[in-house]
């Protein structure tokens, strides 16, 4: 984290490494743990799966998104983003706060770098970074699979080898690329809410699990009070009520009411989430 230039024999005050070399110091450690390329490489199965099951049907059954993936492709990154959602991604993101903060205070690291010449907001920066690395190699992960096995097993929709929306219009390549982009750059905005909300948590507790089970139980909960007809003047607050708005891209024109309203939503949670882990690293003794 520091560095000493010798001076005349004897060592003079630490400087402090560059931001740059803690960046990618960090990114290594957390891109490169078995736990994320675990999690990776079960993300990427996701639209794999979707995909062979699809095309292993004489009719994709059900109806809504997945009847609209048969003989549609490009369809597939963004259902699987959606599905994905639900759990998996927001369990791989908070799986990397969880050890960003908490998991190093358990193993006794986190002294190091609370001692260390490093001041508290850059700590903070870092980490944060960490796990927003997560949340878009999960994504990316997602979606280029998607975006492959798509092509590959279900096929483009049309001779314009594009898209067929939901509105019952087809759009071209270049349009559906764009729009399954916009789908997964929302994904990214929402799990970096997700994210800032864990490292929180992460930042007053040395238990990892307890993490886990406080931000996954919790979205479970959003996802409860959001069903309740009596309580809709609570949804405007809870971070999962437009988790729905992605399937928004597969409209024409796209709606972007709700993509904008869960995007804000988003923003609060991520402005609070940092907030309060600045807080209370910033308070915190090493």
Request: charged share 10%; with cysteine.
């Amino acid at each position: 984290m520091t560095i000493a230039a010798p001076e005349g024999g004897a060592l003079s005050t630490p400087v402090r490494a560059p931001l740059g070399r803690l960046l990618r110091s960090e990114l290594r450690w957390v891109l490169r743990r078995p736990r994320t390329q675990i999690g990776l490489g079960i993300l990427a199965l996701v639209p794999v799966l979707m995909g062979i099951g699809i095309v292993a049907t004489d009719s994709p059954g059900g109806s809504g998104l997945l009847t609209q993936i048969a003989g549609n492709g490009l369809v597939l990154p963004v259902a699987a983003l959606s599905i994905s959602l639900a759990l998996l991604l927001p369990l791989a993101v908070t799986m990397a706060a969880a050890d960003a903060l908490a998991g190093e205070s358990a193993h006794g690291t986190l002294r190091g770098l609370l001692l260390a010449p490093v001041s508290r907001p850059r700590l903070v920066l870092v980490k944060a970074v960490g796990v927003l690395s997560v949340a878009m190699a999960a994504v990316a992960a997602v979606t280029l699979v998607g975006i492959v096995t798509g092509l590959v097993l279900v096929g483009p929709s049309g001779t314009a080898h594009g898209m067929l929306t939901l509105s019952g219009t087809e759009v071209g390549p270049g349009s559906a690329l764009l729009r399954v982009s916009l789908a997964a750059a929302w994904t990214v905005g929402q799990l970096a809410a997700v994210g800032a909300v864990a490292l929180t948590v992460s930042s007053a507790t040395e238990h990892p699990l307890v993490v886990l089970a406080a931000v996954l139980g919790g979205l479970i909960v959003f996802g409860v009070l959001s069903s309740i007809p009596a309580l809709d003047w609570l949804q405007p607050m809870l971070l999962t009520t437009g988790w729905f708005a992605i399937t928004d891209v597969l409209r024409d024109p796209v709606p972007l009411d709700g993509l904008a309203s869960s995007s804000l939503r988003a923003a609060c949670y991520l402005v609070l989430g940092l907030a309060l882990t600045l807080a209370r690293t910033t308070t915190r003794e090493a």
